[in-house]
C-alpha cells in the first residue's frame, strides 16, 4: 500500500481516538456527576422516563476552565422514555456548582430539577428576596446637607 494511504488511516485513527477521549472527558466534568447522580436518584425522573434510569456518555456542550461557565446536555433513558439533560453550570473558587438541572422531555416539556437537587444536597445559597427589610444601619457617614457647585463664567468649554 502506498504511504501516503498509511499516513491518511493513521490520521484518521488518531482522529476518532481524540474524538472519543473528548467526550468521555466531558463525561467525567464534576458537573455532570452531580446531575447523574440526581438524575438517577430522582423519583419525578423515574415518574418520567421509567426505572432504572440510564444516562449517556456522550456529552454535548462546553465548559470553560477560564470563565467558570458549563453549559452541558446528554441523553436519559428509560423503559417508558428518553429524555435529555440540560445541566449549567458556574465554578466559584475552584469549586463547579450547578445553576440549573432540567430534564427535557418529548414535545417540549422541562422538567425543572434544580430545586430537587438543592433540597437533596443541602445547598445553602441564598435566596433573592425582593420582599425582605432592608438593613437600616450603615457605618457611611451621612452626606452633606447642602453642596455648592461654582462654575467659571462664560459658555461652557471657553
Do not use: Y
Amino acid at each position: 500500500m502506498p504511504a501516503a494511504w498509511n499516513q491518511s488511516v493513521l490520521a484518521l485513527v488518531v482522529l476518532v481516538a481524540a474524538l472519543g477521549s473528548g467526550c468521555s472527558r466531558l463525561a467525567e466534568h464534576p458537573l455532570v456527576i452531580e446531575a447523574v447522580e440526581e438524575l438517577k436518584a430522582n423519583p419525578r425522573v423515574a415518574a418520567a422516563v421509567g426505572e432504572p434510569v440510564s444516562c449517556g456518555r456522550s456529552v454535548r456542550g462546553t465548559a470553560n476552565e477560564t470563565d467558570g461557565i458549563a453549559q452541558l446536555k446528554f441523553d436519559v433513558t428509560g423503559p417508558k422514555a428518553a429524555a435529555v439533560a440540560v445541566v449549567e453550570g458556574k465554578k466559584t473558587r475552584g469549586e463547579w456548582g450547578i445553576t440549573q438541572l432540567k430534564l427535557e422531555q418529548a414535545g417540549g416539556e422541562a422538567l425543572a430539577l434544580t430545586a430537587d437537587l438543592e433540597a437533596r444536597t443541602g445547598v445553602d445559597t441564598p435566596k433573592f428576596d425582593p420582599g425582605a427589610a432592608q438593613p437600616t444601619t450603615s457605618s457611611a457617614p451621612p452626606p452633606p446637607g447642602e453642596i455648592e457647585i461654582t462654575l467659571p463664567p462664560g459658555p461652557p468649554g471657553q
